[in-house]
């Protein structure tokens, strides 16, 4: 794997995350109306261009935790560190905290083991794990199939462990793993629907596939704009991204595209953003969105530590 993969992947999720943060909540009728067309600033959160949220924070959280092995107990500590200490934020403050994620810290900080302290019943399915485990793709690539998935549920499950949420994590990191392994778009999403099909046809797994209907069973690239939500649910969320990226041509338009979905603009941007990074490649990802990161010199930095260290 080329140093590029993993500043095409981790940078471009922080970008469609900073992107879509001035405007989250926004309705698709109102972006209609005013479309984001570049890197914006203040809006919804009132924070400078080139902001990123939450999802990035946890996402560093998980590299800087790999850097030094896989450890959920130092990955738990620093999802506390991150929430009460500003830990590995843009402004040095946390913002834009989800109920469940919220609560799953509070449980860590109180001494519960990482891997039960995330929210199991059916309201916690939001996407508050799936927009954290894009670097598993990296670090468990070339790890055995039942091993990986393992520790993929184990990683979602410090936040949200409902079996729905776990699978979206599934499919989204076997969907990059083959993106990173140089498959094209339809091959990656047909592969990734034949293994994910395949190995979770089993309890707990095996009822939630059909929550996933339209990702394994149908062609998610044919659907309609209006049928598309983008909503801060797992599901939605892992739809919007992959029909985006299947009806887009290059990463800056699938970020712009996904972000005037409205609703939860930034994570479903940063999560469209790290599968557009693998698939386009680091020298697609605009040279002007890169130089406006909040803290781009120490994102460089932790993306060459977390490199030398696979």
């Keep these: 794997m080329k140093k590029d993969d993993l500043l ?15 405007v989250e909540f926004k309705t698709r009728e109102e ?6 067309k570049d890197m914006r600033e203040y809006g919804t959160h009132k924070q400078p261009r080139g902001t ?8 560093f959280c998980l590299v800087e935790s790999l850097c030094n092995n896989y450890d959920l107990a130092d990955l738990g500590a620093k999802f506390v560190s991150w929430f009460n200490d500003g830990y590995l934020t843009p402004h040095d ?22 891997v039960e302290a995330g929210g199991r019943d059916e309201y916690d399915n939001g ?17 055995e199939l039942e091993e990986r998935l393992k520790k993929i549920a184990e990683v979602s499950s410090l936040t949200h462990a409902h079996p729905r949420s776990i699978l979206g994590c599934g499919i989204y ?8 392994e140089g498959a094209e778009l ?23 596939l059909e929550h996933y209907h339209r990702i394994l069973e149908a062609e998610i690239s044919q659907f309609k704009e209006d049928e598309i939500k983008s909503t801060g649910y797992v599901v ?28 939860d603009t930034d994570t479903v941007a940063a999560v469209t953003g790290g599968l557009a990074g693998v698939y386009y490649g680091y020298q697609d990802i605009p040279k002007e969105w890169i130089e406006k990161i909040v803290k781009k010199d120490e994102i460089l930095k932790l993306i060459d530590k977390f490199y030398q260290s696979l």
């Design 127 to 143: 996407n508050g794990s799936l927009m954290r485990v894009l670097p598993l793709a990296y670090y468990l690539k070339d790890v």
């Design 31 to 36: 972006l209609k109306a005013d479309p984001v």
């Design 8 to 22: 095409a992947g981790i940078m471009g999720f922080v970008i469609g995350d900073a992107v879509g943060v001035p």
């Design 186 to 208: 339809e091959e990656a999403y047909q592969k990734t629907k034949e293994m994910i099909k395949e190995y979770y046809q089993k309890p707990p797994y095996q009822e939630e």
């Design 236 to 263: 939605d969320t892992l739809e919007a991204a992959l029909w985006v990226l299947f009806n887009s041509n290059s990463y800056q338009q699938a970020i712009l595209k996904a972000v005037n979905l409205g609703e």
């Design 52 to 59: 990123w949220s939450d999802d990035s924070s946890l996402t």
């Design 173 to 180: 990191v076997e969907f990059a793993i083959k993106l990173l």
């Design 93 to 114: 403050e946390a913002f834009d905290i989800g109920f469940t994620t919220e609560e799953s810290i509070k449980r860590i900080e109180n001494g519960i083991d990482p």
